[in-house]
């Protein structure tokens, strides 16, 4: 599993999702940003992303650390 991968698994199954993903053999970062994710807890929003992977949470990815963000809060972090 690569970096791509996993993003490409992001991107999707989001809807108009940007996700920047680093890592290698089975341990990932993410930072996700989509309106997608607007009005929800941060809990549901990962939920999501969970769901985007599936099976290979238990099987080819041992470790993902991930920030989501919806565009205005993205916008505003990368100030």
Avoid at 42 to 55: F, I, K, N, P, S
Wanted: proline fraction near 3%.
């Amino acid at each position: 599993m690569t970096a791509d991968d996993v993003k490409g698994m992001i991107e999707k199954g989001i809807p108009d999702c940007n996700a920047m993903v680093a890592g290698e053999g089975d341990h990932f970062e993410a930072k996700i940003v989509s309106q997608a994710f607007a009005g929800k807890k941060m809990l549901e929003q990962h939920r999501m992303v969970y769901a985007t992977l599936g099976d290979h949470m238990h099987s080819d990815i041992h470790a993902l650390t991930m920030r989501t963000f919806t565009p205005e809060e993205w916008a505003a972090a990368e100030q």
